[in-house]
């Protein structure tokens, strides 16, 4: 199985995911664009020593990141009918690779951030949502179209957390769920899981 990484659509879509590091449930919008705006500060200052060192990337994708995905919930959303037939060892084994592979797709997309302008959009929610949807859109270049982003967050007792990135109208969970039932058609769970521990470690096929 050869997932896909177009980097155009991941530098756009992907850069602004860390944006979700600050705890609390007032204004998830604000949340976005004040920690957003602090991240790819950081990013930007310190493009020379990335550069120099691409892994200095990690701690900075590892601190921001894992804390506010659900991961759980996004491997069982792009596993689909398949997780109800996983063991438990192979559910966990699933959400550890999964996150692996954002992770390290997320952290590619955030070094090839070149400073990329960010529109966010109005929000319509009420205080009570569990369930929202943040819109923005990033202008790629200055003879491209802008690419709309809406992230997903639902509400976790005192956070949101991010269960969804719907890029140019296309999920990112549901694209990955298309590939994962083929892949487990083809040689099950473990399969999966294989194929999924070989990508994150560079032995693609």
């Not at 689909?80 to 063991?87: I, K, L, P, V, Y």
């Not at 060892?89 to 400073?115: H, I, S």
């Not at 302008?117 to 205080?127: E, F, G, T």
């Amino acid at each position: 199985m050869r997932i896909p990484i177009e980097m155009p659509w991941l530098v756009a879509g992907l850069l602004l995911l860390s944006a979700f590091a600050v705890a609390g449930v007032e204004d998830p919008q604000q949340m976005v664009r004040e920690t957003g705006d602090k991240i790819l500060s950081e990013v930007t200052a310190r493009k020379a020593d990335l550069e120099a060192d691409p892994t200095l990337i990690y701690p900075l994708v590892e601190g921001t990141v894992l804390p506010h995905f659900d991961f759980r919930q996004m491997s069982q959303s792009a596993l689909g009918r398949f997780w109800r037939d996983a063991t438990d060892a192979q559910k966990e084994a699933v959400t550890n690779e999964f996150r692996e592979l954002l992770v390290r797709t997320y952290a590619t997309a955030l070094l090839g951030y070149t400073g990329q302008q960010i529109q966010y959009l109005p929000v319509k929610y009420r205080p009570d949502d569990s369930d929202v949807m943040i819109p923005t859109r990033i202008a790629a270049s200055s003879s491209a179209p802008s690419i709309p982003i809406n992230y997903r967050l639902r509400r976790d007792e005192s956070k949101w957390m991010v269960y969804d990135v719907v890029i140019d109208g296309v999920s990112l969970i549901t694209n990955y769920r298309s590939q994962f039932a083929a892949q487990v058609r083809r040689s099950g769970i473990d399969g999966l899981i294989s194929v999924l521990a070989k990508m994150n470690r560079g032995i693609d096929r």
